[in-house]
């Protein structure tokens, strides 16, 4: 038997694409954006009551990585993409009816939208449902998960003073904490787990309408090394 579901909105993100949004919510709490409602759940009777709660759980559709072909085993790339496990036991964005899951802070309700914050969402993601998170029900003091025990470690994110002042003039531009963004999403270090750069192979992400360049003067230190305007937002 299939069922079919549909969207009630979509995210639009700080993340133009996967490469750099970090692998959970909250490890980038600057990330921000708007889920915008469409009918019939752009009324304001959909989210009467929300204005109660301080967070909720958003489902959604990994719509870039869906696949025909469910895949029992998958490579978290927090175990260094080597090791497999089954996708069960995993958050991997390739698993059965790409269903997602993330508990985001919600900022501010809005006319057919809702402003949300620590989001680990990319732009165009397509909503399926909204529920309040219940702190008494959904935070458990004794639960474990011995595989992803602690948040990952952090490493050193350093400016050049050119990026440094670019990211302050399109934060006040863009009136995002852009600054921020960068530094919580680059201390998670996005390149894959095997990649040992040469310190002149430069990287980059798009956040927002601005592409953000940086590379590896050593092989665990991220340095910034400038932040443009997108040509073709
Ligand atoms: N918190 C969610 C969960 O546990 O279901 C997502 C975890 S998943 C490991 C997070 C990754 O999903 C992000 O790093 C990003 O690369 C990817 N992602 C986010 N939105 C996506 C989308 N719409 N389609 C495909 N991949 C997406």
């Not at 994110?157 to 530094?183: C, D, S």
């Amino acid at each position: 038997m299939t069922y079919s579901v549909s969207p009630i909105g979509h995210i639009r993100s700080c993340f133009k694409e996967k490469f750099a949004i970090p692998r959970q919510p909250h490890l980038a709490p600057a990330a921000r954006g708007v889920l915008e409602f469409v009918p019939p759940f752009d009324h304001p009777d959909a989210v009467q009551g929300l204005e109660h709660v301080s967070h909720v759980w958003l489902l959604f559709l990994f719509h870039q990585t869906l696949e025909e072909k469910p895949r029992l085993k998958v490579r978290p790339p927090r175990l260094g993409g080597n090791r497999s496990l089954g996708v069960f036991a995993t958050r991997a964005t390739h698993r059965p009816n790409g269903i997602g899951q993330s508990v985001v802070t919600l900022d501010a309700i809005e006319p057919g939208r809702l402003r949300l914050s620590g989001i680990d969402l990319l732009d165009g993601t397509p909503v399926l449902d909204i529920k309040p998170y219940v702190p008494y029900a959904d935070a458990i003091p004794t639960a474990f998960n011995t595989i992803a025990s602690a948040p990952p470690d952090g490493i050193p994110v350093l400016w050049t003073h050119e990026a440094r002042v670019q990211a302050e003039q399109h934060g006040k531009r863009l009136n995002e904490p852009l600054a921020a963004l960068i530094e919580q999403c680059l201390t998670q270090d996005p390149r894959p787990a095997y990649q040992v750069p040469p310190p002149d192979r430069r990287y980059g992400v798009r956040l927002w309408d601005v592409d953000v360049h940086w590379h590896y003067p050593e092989s665990n230190v991220i340095r910034i090394l400038d932040i443009e305007r997108a040509d073709n937002d």
